[in-house]
């Protein structure tokens, strides 16, 4: 059954890359702040360089906003630590949801493509998780197009 803004967001723990840091984001210890949960295909691609980039410009409307981004893919957190020097550093971490599980995409109903090489999330897509763990907002993006994000913080600001 697909998510539906109210309802309760599926909580999930992961390995992330703060910086050149291995971490973990755990969902649910972000309770009382607006969370962006950034799913995106793969590190090293276009598209993604120029949508993780952007949020990290806009980084301080959000934070502004008691807003917290996450970016999800199927990538190792190597991978991601690398990817972030490339970027010229981020100060939001990247979650390694790995497959062949892909267990949060899984539960937001972004599931990883079947029959490629390199297994991704198929589809970019950003979720508002409003401070008491419900999805607020939701929206995929074609593959190809990077999500807004003046729209993004439209949406957070309708939140209290």
């Known amino acids: 059954m697909a998510l539906k803004v109210g309802d309760a967001a599926p909580d999930f723990k992961l390995p992330c890359a703060n910086g050149d840091t291995p971490g ?15 799913f995106y295909p793969l590190d090293f691609t276009p598209v993604c360089q120029s949508e993780l980039t952007a949020f990290q410009a ?3 409307k959000f934070t502004g906003l008691n807003a917290q981004i996450v970016g999800i893919s199927t990538d190792s957190v190597f991978s ?7 970027l010229g550093g981020l100060q939001f971490p990247l979650a390694a949801d790995r497959w062949p599980y892909a267990a949060a995409a899984a539960s937001y109903g972004i599931f990883p493509a079947i029959g490629h090489t390199v297994p991704f999330i198929q589809d970019r897509a950003i979720f508002i998780i409003d401070g008491e763990g419900r999805l607020a907002w939701s ?18 600001k309708k939140l209290p």
């Open 139 to 156: 929206k995929v993006y074609d593959l190809g197009k990077k999500p807004d994000n003046a729209e993004i913080l439209a949406e957070l």
């Open 80 to 86: 991601h630590i690398a990817f972030q020097r490339q």
């Open 24 to 38: 973990e984001f755990k969902l649910s210890d972000w309770r009382g702040k607006k969370v962006v949960l950034a």
């Open 58 to 60: 806009d980084l301080a």
